[in-house]
């Protein structure tokens, strides 16, 4: 037997040579899961330091939403978009939130489907993920229109100017990409809930709770036919959210590579953007994880293992998106065509170098830490290379917006300088993020309680521990039941 432990984390797994670590830490009964996992939704006091994150985030998102009614009422002057740079904060933190998304929809359609049983404890706050930043990144679109009162124009509706949406403009691309994804991801994300929210309904100690929670549980009893329909839907809706994960940034993608611009106009973005997502989106999953299974009490649910895999993906998709930086230098020498090549020279050299390597340290250098076991499973360097991965991808995006300060005419040139507001909405935006997933952590429940038993030892009948244990539905878990 040999012993593992992180020098932080109080969990001890005891791991035999040869074989996986247990997905499940210090359970023997299914019936002990429900409790534990929903202790954080029906804990009468949460801990103090939900109320402080809270406090922070919410201040924040109410600084967001001043900041849209100070914009509204002034204009978009009051950001530091100017000529050439007519895309600024507001289309890099797009970009950058809906990559946030898609680390969600990866884990829960994409691993489903290829029967990864990890994914089970990691899945549902993913997927949650997925929709608040997808949330985040469609606020910025909406108020980057300029007049917002006369948005309805875009709208491919019968009006007396004849004005109609540019159905061949991938900007309107992005609205059924993005509004596609959000729909699935919500669908989704509700569905695989149902039998947990069943769960906390005949758990309730009130009728508020038990009439709130039994509306949403859509009269789930748990019958072989109800998990019969819930079984094939899920099936149906993974299957339709795994090419959405490859389709809604390759159409964000779109958004440059379409255009005619040098270091815009390449066929390496879709990809290289979707690798990127996948990137930041598990970098953002690892962030918010530590954190939840520190103060909630997860560690014998999010273990170690589900850490060291994630950290496994990102150093796979950092190592791609670092190729892709390379690729784009390479094939600006090898085309030989001079406004491609100073481009990217001045990316790396010019009044924005900074920014370039910020994000090269970030992007490439930082997630290297994780060829090494000991890093991989280390929560104070994990820790680091993940926030180094946060700031690197919202990096790369203003690197990228950026080339539009130095375009064909030197005369036209300019320094792009964000304003307060800018700064004010980019901060903001994460304040309505972080509310959003405490609330979340707060009234519902944060792991999959139906599919981390079915991983258990104990769920399993071939299993020499699990016909000795009793198997508890999770609906025989109310008090009130077992009293009865």
Same mark, same amino acid.
């Given at each position: ?63 967001? /939403? ?8 002034? /204009?978009?002057?009051? !950001? ?11 289309? $890099?933190?797009?970009?950058? %939130? $809906? ?18 049983? %990890? ?23 909406? =108020? ?8 309805? %124009? ?15 403009? #991938? ?42 929670? /039994? ?11 109800? !998990? ?128 370039? !390597?910020?994000? =090269? ?5 930082? #997630? ?51 304003? !307060? ?64």
């Amino acid at each position: 037997m040999v012993l593992a432990m992180s020098s932080i984390d109080t969990n001890t797994v005891w791991e035999i040579p040869g074989e996986r670590a247990p997905l499940v830490d210090n359970h023997d009964s299914l019936s002990t899961v429900t409790s534990e996992v929903l202790q954080a939704a029906e804990s009468p006091k949460p801990p103090l330091g939900w109320y402080i994150a809270l406090s922070v985030s919410s201040l924040l998102a109410s600084m967001f /939403g001043l900041m849209i009614g100070y914009l509204f009422f002034t /204009g978009v002057g009051v !950001w530091g978009n100017a000529n050439p740079v007519m895309w600024g904060f507001p289309i $890099v933190n797009f970009v950058f %939130w $809906v990559g946030i998304g898609h680390a969600g929809t990866l884990i829960s359609a994409i691993l489903f489907l290829f029967r990864q049983k %990890w994914r089970t404890a990691i899945n549902r706050f993913a997927e949650a993920m997925t929709i608040f930043a997808v949330v985040c990144a469609g606020t910025f679109p909406g =108020i980057h229109v300029g007049r917002v009162w006369l948005a309805y %124009w875009l709208f491919p509706i019968p009006n007396q100017m004849e004005m109609w949406p540019q159905f061949r403009s #991938p900007l309107l691309w992005d609205v059924f990409a993005v509004s596609t994804y959000f729909t699935v991801s919500l669908l989704f994300w509700y569905l695989g809930m149902v039998p947990d929210l069943a769960t906390m309904r005949d758990r309730a100690n009130t009728k508020l709770k038990a009439l709130g929670y /039994g509306l949403f549980s859509l009269g789930w009893r748990g019958s072989t036919r109800h !998990w019969h329909r819930y079984e094939r839907a899920y099936l149906l809706l993974a299957a339709l959210a795994t090419p959405l994960v490859l389709s809604v940034h390759s159409v964000v993608s779109f958004d440059f590579a379409v255009s005619q611009l040098p270091g815009w106009h390449t066929t390496i973005f879709p990809p290289y953007f979707v690798a990127g997502a996948v990137f930041g989106g598990f970098a953002m999953v690892v962030t918010l994880a530590v954190p939840a299974r520190q103060i909630w009490g997860l560690k014998n649910f999010i273990t170690m293992r589900h850490l060291e895999n994630m950290n496994k993906v990102i150093l796979l998709t950092g190592s791609i998106v670092g190729y892709a930086y390379s690729m784009e230098f390479f094939i600006a020498w090898y085309s030989q065509a001079p406004y491609e090549s100073f481009v990217f020279v001045n990316r790396a050299t010019g009044q924005h170098a900074w920014a370039y !390597w910020i994000m =090269i340290f970030c992007n490439v250098v930082s #997630p290297q830490l994780f060829w090494f076991r000991k890093c991989r499973t280390s929560i104070p360097i994990m820790m680091f290379v993940v926030m180094c991965v946060n700031v690197g991808m919202w990096f790369e995006r203003f690197v990228i917006v950026l080339s539009l300060e130095q375009d064909f005419l030197p005369s036209s040139w300019a320094y792009f300088t964000p304003s !307060w507001v800018d700064w004010a909405m980019l901060v903001g935006s994460f304040g309505l993020f972080f509310t959003l997933f405490l609330l979340f952590i707060r009234f519902l429940p944060v792991i999959a309680i139906a599919e981390v038993k079915t991983v258990m030892p104990e769920a399993d009948p071939h299993d020499p521990r699990g016909g000795a244990l009793e198997h508890h539905d999770d609906h025989d878990d109310s008090g009130k039941e077992q009293t009865a």
